[in-house]
Structures are given as structure tokens and as C-alpha cells.
């Protein structure tokens, strides 16, 4: 079955420092992905998505690429700030017309911390 | 745009107590909904998924169940709870009711003591 991994947490780094999240996937056929934020307390937000290989989704500084070679979508930002604190969740969903379709596989989250 | 209700906000309830948590959606006819569970220090699971009124599929067996009363109301439920059913519960909803973009609600936090 489809599923997803993410790197190992928490992260924890200074302000404008640069961020990655590495995040890859095992599906059938062509998934959509995604990453999702969870802030302290609150519920989930979606981040960015990439829909097809060689997509970028990008949103608030963050981004990731769609790369369908090394099945794998790193989230990125150039200069985190302290506000990006949060829990972060890849995820996946499969194509139409399969049975993961419309339901998302997530990865573990990880849990990024950013001091001042 | 739509919008997911989620109540209640927190509920604490002992081992063996019932369970009632309720999704409501407003601004989209006819959608499919979906219940996760996040354990502490875990990802989010798939619990439930509904294309319709009546109709329930269940991804992981377990102490819970889910009902579709209305069209845009989910309810997610358990007769007697266990200690593991600990956990925040998000409802989800494609944007526009259908498709692989999911939008959540914000959550109901269950402690069972």
C-alpha cells in the first residue's frame, strides 16, 4: 500500500536559517502530494501541493518539488522565522479511479522548533 | 468557500463512557468526508470516509464507528471507550466537496482518563 516517510524530528534551528525536510513515498501510479502545517493547538493547513512529476508547489517561502525519479518531495525554505515553529506533514493521495483516491497517507510529521 | 465545524473542542471522558464527536460542513453540497485520528507523537490515520449519506467505509478496524445522518454532518462514535482512543480527531473535506485537496476542521482533543 501506498506510503510515506518522513526524516526523523524534532528540527531545531535559528532564526533565518535555511530548512529542509526530507520527505519520500512509496505509491501506485501517480500520486498527488503535499505538505501540511500544524500550529500549537490547532487543526491542519495545507502548505503547498504538487499534483505531477517536476511539479513545485510553493506557499509563505516554503517549497518542494515533485521528483517522480527519486519518489521524493523535500520541503524547503531559505530563511525560517520563528513564526514557522509547527508540527510538518507530508502526505499523499492517489489518482482518480483508484482506491486511495481522495484519502490522504501521511508521514509521521516533524516537529520544527525556530529560536530567536 | 466551505467551512468545517467540529465540536466539542476538547472532551475528557473515562474508560468505558460513550462517544460522540460531530463534523458539520458548510458551503458545498454532497461532499465526500473523512475522519483522522492523531495519537500523541504519531502521524494522522485514516479512520473513515464517507461518499454520501448512509454510506460509511471503514480503513481500520477498531473501537469506533461513524455515521452520515445528514449530507453535510459526519459523526464519529464508540459505545465504551478504551484508554488508546486518546487522541485529536480531525473531519476533512475536499475543497469544493470531491477530488484530493482535503481542508480540516479544527479538531476535537479526547482524553479518555
Known amino acids: 500500500g501506498d506510503s510515506v516517510t518522513q526524516m526523523e524530528g524534532p528540527v531545531t534551528l535559528s532564526e533565518e536559517a535555511f530548512l529542509t525536510i526530507n520527505c519520500t513515498y512509496t505509491?501506485?501510479?501517480?500520486?498527488?502530494l503535499f505538505w501540511y502545517v500544524q500550529y500549537p493547538g490547532e487543526g491542519l493547513q495545507l502548505l503547498l501541493k504538487a499534483t505531477k512529476a517536476d511539479d513545485k508547489g510553493s506557499n509563505k517561502g516554503f517549497e518542494a518539488t515533485y521528483r517522480k525519479e527519486t519518489t521524493s518531495f523535500h520541503l524547503e525554505k531559505g530563511s525560517v522565522q520563528v513564526s514557522d515553529s509547527a508540527v510538518y506533514f507530508c502526505?499523499?493521495?492517489?489518482?482518480?479511479?483508484?482506491?486511495?483516491?481522495?484519502?490522504?497517507?501521511f508521514g509521521q510529521g516533524t516537529i520544527l522548533t525556530v529560536h530567536p | 468557500s466551505q467551512t468545517i465545524h467540529q465540536w466539542p473542542a476538547t472532551l475528557v471522558q473515562p474508560v468505558g463512557s460513550p462517544l460522540s464527536l460531530e463534523c458539520t460542513v458548510e458551503g458545498t453540497s454532497n461532499p465526500n468526508l473523512y475522519w483522522y485520528r492523531q495519537a500523541a507523537g504519531r502521524g494522522l490515520q485514516l479512520l473513515f470516509y464517507s461518499v454520501g449519506i448512509g454510506q460509511i467505509s471503514s480503513e481500520v478496524p477498531q473501537n469506533l464507528s461513524a455515521s452520515r445522518p445528514q449530507d453535510r454532518q459526519f459523526i464519529l462514535s464508540s459505545k465504551k471507550l478504551l484508554l488508546s482512543d486518546s487522541g485529536f480527531y480531525l473531519c476533512a473535506c475536499p475543497r469544493g466537496g470531491r477530488g484530493y485537496e482535503q481542508y480540516f476542521g479544527p479538531g476535537t482533543r479526547l482524553t479518555v482518563t
Open positions: 505509491a501506485t501510479g501517480y500520486p498527488s
Open positions: 502526505a499523499l493521495s492517489g489518482r482518480a479511479g483508484g482506491t486511495s483516491y481522495g484519502k490522504l497517507t
